[in-house]
Nanobody, 125 residues
């Protein structure tokens, strides 16, 4: 049984930083590629960042480029999302996701096999 467990929700002021984590169990962690997605109230879920199986290639949505960093800790089966210079518009529920079918656009949500439970991030102005 594959499980993705995310860190708890937090609130932060605009301009601040935050790191989300996602711990995987029950899966060959190194064989999956991963992504972070988010959904704000009243909006569709969107891709935030993606990372390759080896961790050497990363992808970012336009709205977070230069501010967010995705990374993997293979020793601890953990995926991270470092978020800097946070803005109120970053407020959303954030989800980690994993898939076996890599090599296709990381933003295709239907290609992800497993999802975390979600972490609420609230950025106040």
């Amino acid at each position: 049984q594959v499980q993705l467990v995310q860190s708890g929700g937090v609130s932060v002021q605009a301009g601040g930083s935050l790191t989300l984590s996602c711990v995987a169990s029950g899966a060959p962690y190194s064989r999956y590629c991963w992504g972070w997605f988010r959904q704000a109230p009243g909006k569709e879920r969107e891709g935030v960042a993606g990372i390759s199986t080896g961790g050497s290639t990363t992808y970012y949505g336009d709205s977070v480029k230069g501010r967010f960093t995705i990374s993997r800790d293979f020793a601890n089966n953990t995926l991270y999302l470092q978020m800097d210079s946070l803005k109120p518009e970053d407020t959303a529920m954030y989800y980690c996701a994993a898939r076996r079918q890599c090599g296709i656009p990381w933003t295709l949500q239907r290609t992800y096999d497993y999802w975390g439970q979600g972490t609420q991030v609230t950025v106040s102005s």
